[in-house]
């Protein structure tokens, strides 16, 4: 969207933090109100790991939209990591926007959330009911009525960032509701994660989309190396951290076919994120224990503190 501000109209910009339990469709909401991946995604609970910030401009506004981890009861040093730092991005946020899936039945872990919604200080709190094209209509109205009763909000919005329903009604409505002020960020950057930071994630990606259930959380990728090469490609180099031997070989898959794959997948966001042909080399490295240490939680960029 670009920014051409119409002088009569305040300007308005803030922080917009999206919460909820894992996989409700925060990361896939960010996509759509960028219109382009900027967060990856899969059916893989936990699947976003870091905060990351996307500036969506509108001629009148700049939101600063807060993709959190989802909030979970955690089983390692990681999800606590992770829960804290999706409970920090609600201190400075000056509007909450809690997400519930309108697929599954309110329970414990949503009230939990919401009971931190509603300690936020954040001036404006919207309900947003998610995957509303997987939903029947019954559906979303008994999710809507239960959600209400989980906490005080100034507003609701039912969506289907999929299918784009209500996208351009959930930016008009939450810009209507950030205070007057200046722009955080240029009108040419989209993200506030680096190139580095989302090759890792694109990787990390396209394992999580082909192994599902086997060894996803048991994953860690970092970037070593992006090299521009004078001929205009770029050539990139991530290893891929596992616990465990076994896991190294499924990740590997049999005569390396897991991770050609995974390999060639990824390059075509990289490529699409980099503008140029790119040469992906990928290696994976077993790490004992990594998710319980938190020096190497911290290398990957996954600590609350990043």
Known sequence: MESNNDSS??????????????NVGKSTLVN????????????????????LRAVVNTPNSQLVIID????????????????????????????V????????????????????VDGSEADFKLLVITKADKATPEQVTSQLGAARELAHFDDELVISAREGFNVDAFVKLVSAHLPEGPKWFPDDMDTDATPEDLVAEFVREKLFLNLRQEVPHSIGVICDDIEYAKDGHASVTATVLVEREGQKG?????????????GIEARRDIERLLGCKVYLDLSVRVQPQWRRDANEIRRLGYSAED
């Open 97 to 116: 926007a809690f997400l519930v899936d309108a697929t599954k039945p309110v329970g414990t872990g949503d009230a939990w959330v919401a009971r931190h």
């Open 9 to 22: 109209t305040p300007f308005r910009s803030g922080f917009v933090a999206l919460v909820g339990r894992p």
């Open 32 to 51: 759509a109100c960028m219109g382009e991946k900027v967060a990856i995604t899969s059916p893989v609970a936990q699947t976003t790991r870091k905060r």
């Open 68 to 95: 959190t981890p989802g909030l979970h009861k955690p089983k390692d040093s990681l999800g606590k990591e992770l829960n804290q730092a999706a409970l920090a991005e609600l201190a400075d946020a000056d509007v």
């Open 250 to 262: 499924i990740v590997v898959g049999k005569g390396g076919s897991m991770i050609k794959t995974v």
